[in-house]
């Protein structure tokens, strides 16, 4: 596998479910990323590992969690989620966190409240 | 603050002919910024970028951006467009000291044949 790499593709869940999104990097890079893609609005972005240390957390509601257990892999886990919450979750990395390095991106899970 | 805008929503160009997908920023100091391209199914990718230096990047599949400090305008633009760069394009901006980055609302580029 090269690149990132994110699972499952595709997720339906009921509001009570829990459930994880997987994001692995093959890259090599140090810095991990959560974005919220949802139609008409902007890219949002949720939470920032750098060095597996949480940089950002952008007001995101308790209900998802991130986890980075080491510098290629990051975890979202969902619990009571809302109809609201259906969107495209995109995984990121890059180098480091520095403002002149490009991130690489997975393809995205894309995820059904129901 | 940082910000980028992305003044149109859509932009429609035939096969063959020049396409400008526009992009204007706010950003104090020097600013870093960047083109992502995303397909449909797919997570965004990375088209160039401009940190310092010429005014002209040229980056992936022929795409090259024009950085214009007097305007505030990093556009995007290819001499001639394919079929097959119909996509969604984000201009995007690095918050100042990193880890943050400012995605524009994105702009659908539709080539025709």
């Known amino acids: 596998e090269t690149g990132v790499t994110q699972t499952p593709r595709h997720l339906v869940m009921g509001m009570t479910n829990k459930k994880s999104l997987k994001c692995e990097q093959h890259?090599?890079?140090?810095?991990m990323y959560w974005y919220k893609q949802s139609a008409k609005k902007p890219l949002e972005l949720m939470f920032v590992?750098?060095?597996?240390?949480?940089?950002e957390n952008n007001s995101v509601p308790s209900r998802f969690s991130p986890e980075c257990p080491n510098s290629s892999h990051l975890f979202l886990h969902l619990h009571t989620l809302q109809p609201e919450d259906s969107a495209l979750y995109l995984c990121?990395?890059?180098?480091?966190?520095?403002?002149?390095?490009?991130?690489?991106f997975g393809p995205g899970t894309r995820l059904t409240v129901l | 603050a940082q910000s980028v805008a992305q003044p149109e929503d859509q932009v429609n160009v035939a096969e063959g002919n020049p396409l400008t997908v526009k992009c204007t920023y706010s950003?104090?100091?020097?600013?870093?910024l960047f083109w992502y391209v995303q397909y449909p199914n797919r997570g965004l990718q990375f088209l160039l970028k401009y940190i310092t230096g010429d005014n002209l990047v040229k980056g992936s599949y022929g795409f090259e951006a024009e950085f214009n400090k007097s305007q505030t305008s990093f556009h995007l633009k290819k001499p001639s467009a394919l079929v097959s760069d119909s996509a969604l394009y984000f201009c995007?901006?690095?918050?100042?000291?990193?880890?943050?980055?400012?995605f524009g609302a994105g702009t659908r580029l539709f080539v025709k044949a």
């Open positions: 995007a901006v690095p918050y100042t000291g990193g880890f943050k980055t400012i």
């Open positions: 950003v104090s100091g020097n600013p870093y």
């Open positions: 890259l090599g890079h140090n810095a």
């Open positions: 590992y750098n060095f597996k240390e949480q940089t």
């Open positions: 990121a990395s890059s180098q480091d966190g520095l403002e002149e390095n490009e991130q690489f």
